[in-house]
């Protein structure tokens, strides 16, 4: 296991970090996701932990908050070192049925970062990241909300997750004018099957050094393996949840590449498909999240697999993005002046 940087701080994170979205269950789709016991979720994080996972990433909205209370729990279970540990959590998403249950006012953010610390019962929040956008709040509040957390000792980072490239530059624009704490690190949806952030979110985060989190690396299972052209095998998340949208055709494209090297390097299509993104600069960290110690023990071998520069071509070429404007423009015109 390596640890890289996340963004420009010091904070070293492993290269792999154990997602918690299948812990707890309830009802609708987090049910689907997962429904994981206790017992299940201390296998899990004790397995991670031993593999030299030093990440843990959830939410307040992941089961209604049973998976804070559940990776808190299995931290005392397996008697951890807390401040060995960088745990993640989120904020924005409904929590309640009142009118200000949700959103990233200043109001709800002070609040669940309070209910977040009580679930997981630990004095603070390594990274603490605004779970995606609130159009009716402006984000000097948001902000500011999330520098009064930092300056009390209760967050030591801040981060983002799902926001377009215009949001980020704008909060790190109010940042740097207000002198409050700035966002590390974006965490996003990013797969061989689906390239978007490489548009415009991925320049950014290099030239403003912010780490990348990645989310749903498999793009929702269909890169496990467990899929193919013919129909799928009905096992896995996306039997039941089909998300998050995916080109099935060009994702089939491309486990056409992944299978014969994978049989080539005696690695599963999952392990390629993970190392695959442990290859990208931008790349911090790779959520990964399981139902089984089996698929966490596969996961885990992803750190291992190395490819040439013509397997990393051949991916580049099965699932690169189509051109869009203004990036052909840019380029073109760009030929001459590059750095």
């Given at each position: 296991?390596?640890?890289?940087?996340l963004g420009?701080?010091?904070l070293?994170v492993s290269e792999?970090?154990?997602g918690t979205?299948t812990f707890?269950g309830s009802e609708?789709?987090?049910k689907a996701?997962?429904?994981?016991?206790?017992?299940?979720?201390?296998?899990?994080?004790k397995?991670?932990?031993?593999?030299g996972?030093?990440f843990i990433?959830?939410?307040?909205?992941?089961?209604?908050?049973v998976?804070?209370q559940?990776?808190?729990?299995a931290i005392?279970?397996l008697?951890?070192?807390?401040d060995?540990?960088?745990?993640?959590?989120k904020?924005r998403?409904?929590m309640g049925d009142g009118?200000?249950?949700?959103?990233?006012?200043?109001?709800h953010?002070?609040q669940?970062a309070?209910?977040?610390?009580k679930?997981?019962?630990v004095?603070?929040?390594d990274?603490y990241?605004?779970h995606?956008?609130?159009?009716?709040?402006?984000?000097e509040e948001?902000?500011?909300?999330?520098?009064?957390l930092v300056?009390?000792?209760k967050?030591?980072y801040?981060?983002c997750s799902?926001l377009a490239?215009?949001?980020?530059?704008?909060?790190?624009?109010i940042?740097e004018?207000e002198?409050?704490?700035?966002?590390?690190s974006l965490?996003a949806y990013?797969?061989?099957?689906g390239r978007?952030?490489e548009?415009?979110?991925?320049?950014?985060?290099?030239?403003?050094?912010?780490?990348l989190?990645v989310?749903?690396p498999?793009?929702?299972?269909?890169?496990?393996?467990?899929?193919?052209?013919?129909?799928?095998s009905g096992?896995?998340?996306r039997?039941?949840?089909?998300?998050p949208?995916?080109n099935?055709?060009r994702?089939f494209?491309?486990?056409d590449?992944?299978?014969?090297m994978a049989?080539?390097k005696k690695?599963?299509?999952?392990?390629l498909?993970?190392?695959?993104?442990l290859?990208?600069?931008?790349?911090?960290?790779?959520?990964?999240?399981?139902?089984?110690?089996s698929q966490?023990?596969?996961n885990?071998?992803?750190?291992?697999?190395?490819f040439?520069?013509?397997e990393?071509?051949?991916?580049?070429?099965?699932s690169?993005?189509s051109?869009e404007?203004p990036?052909?423009?840019?380029e073109r015109?760009?030929?001459d002046?590059k750095?």
């Open positions: 296991m390596k640890y890289n940087i420009n701080t010091g070293k792999l970090c154990l979205m707890g609708g789709m987090w996701i997962g429904e994981l016991k206790q017992n299940e979720v201390n296998d899990l994080i397995m991670a932990v031993n593999g996972i030093n990433d959830t939410a307040n909205v992941y089961s209604e908050g998976s804070e559940m990776t808190g729990k005392r279970d008697g951890l070192n807390r060995e540990l960088v745990i993640a959590t904020v998403g409904k009118p200000n249950q949700s959103g990233l006012t200043r109001k953010i002070l669940q309070e209910e977040s610390l679930r997981l019962n004095d603070y929040i990274l990241q605004i995606g956008f609130d159009a009716l709040t402006p984000l948001t902000l500011s909300a999330l520098d009064i300056q009390h000792g967050v030591r801040i981060g799902n490239a215009w949001h980020i530059m704008k909060a790190l624009s940042s004018r002198k409050f704490a700035k966002f590390v965490q990013y797969t061989l099957a978007d952030l548009r415009e979110l991925i320049p950014l985060l290099l030239d403003q050094k912010l780490g989190m989310w749903s498999l793009a929702g299972g269909l890169l496990s393996g467990k899929y193919d052209r013919d129909g799928k096992e896995g998340r039997a039941n949840f089909d998300f949208p995916v099935e055709n994702a494209n491309i486990i590449v992944l299978k014969p049989e080539e690695a599963s299509v999952a392990q498909s993970l190392a695959w993104l290859h990208q600069k931008a790349v911090s960290t790779v959520i990964i999240g399981a139902k089984k110690t966490l023990t596969d885990l071998k992803s750190v291992d697999v190395k040439t520069e013509e990393l071509k051949k991916l580049d070429e099965v690169k993005l051109s404007y990036g052909w423009m840019l015109q760009g030929s002046r750095a």
